[in-house]
């Protein structure tokens, strides 16, 4: 009897990454599509069913020869339903993910938050198995967390893990949310490119957008901002730095309500800069913490850019084991 199949999907801000993998979990096919910057629901949708297909290709089945296929969505998810998704295009009220999924790819879809299913993916396969307890944070075009607690997964009424909304300065920078001094508004992406836009404008000098047309690229993407560390650009330096002091408190706050034992630093930003980084925010987070004697550990997400679509994955393989 030939092996049970699932698909997996990561929507992000920036890119779609969809993978196909057995029931032991590994990866049999892998694909990835920029996620539209224009349009709505419709246009992520038809572009979230091209990776699927692209990705079954490679793994050389048909998409309906799937037993089913997760999502992990940014914004609230609800019963298949997906809300509050700002850093997609158009995505400002709730739209019925799974179902127009289900109808478009004719299989069984399930959809959770992107960063918790990512966090539950670091948790079961990656950094996190030796850990009882652990705050997911994943740097990319936004700032989402996720949460294990005592060895099971905490999402609340649907919106828990909400790090990028929490205030690090009253007052603060603008978020995309429309309220003030969010870690989002200091730390996200696509909240340092419109920062490193507004510096340009004042006459500060970088070369952070001529590394993004050098690559082909129409947004400040992970890379570009790694490779424009790697030149010294000194605004590239001093947003990502500001960006880190954000990081540390914020997540310093986190670990003083939930004390887990260890913190997963992830997303496009986290894995590309890597361990290094990771220490700086730990560093950051030290004089914000209130047990400063015994601090959590800070490890890099193990999984790399495929943990979000695996961890989608696993929502199917989880239930489907449970059963």
Known sequence: MGSVLYGGIDLGGTKIQAVVIDDDNHVLGSARRPTPSQGGPAEVLAEICQALHSAAGAADVDVRALRGVGVGSPGIVDDGNVSSARNLPGWDGSFPLASRLEQGLGVQVKVGNDVQVATEAEF????????????????????????????????????????????????????????????????????????????????????????????????????????????????????????????????????????????????????????????RIATSMQPHLFAADAPPDVRVAALGDLGGALGAALLLTASNKAS
């Open 124 to 279: 079961e396969l990656g950094a996190g198995r030796p850990y009882a307890s652990l705050l997911g944070v994943f740097w990319g075009t936004g700032v989402g967390g996720g949460i294990i607690l005592n060895g099971k997964a905490w999402v609340g009424r649907g919106a828990a893990g909400e790090i990028g909304h929490m205030v690090v300065r009253i007052g603060g920078a603008l978020c995309t949310c429309g309220r003030r001094g969010c870690l989002e508004a200091y730390a996200g992406r696509g909240a340092m490119e419109q920062h490193a836009q507004r510096l340009l404008r004042k006459g500060r000098k970088t070369e952070l957008f001529e590394l993004m047309r050098r690559r082909g690229r129409t947004r400040l993407t992970s890379g570009v901002w790694a490779r424009a560390l790697d030149q010294e650009d000194k605004l590239a330096q001093q947003i990502i730095e500001r960006a880190v002091r954000a990081l540390g408190a914020g997540i310093a706050s986190a670990v003083n309500l939930l004390d887990v034992d260890c913190v997963i630093i992830g997303g496009g930003l986290g894995v590309r800069l890597g361990q290094d980084y990771a220490t």
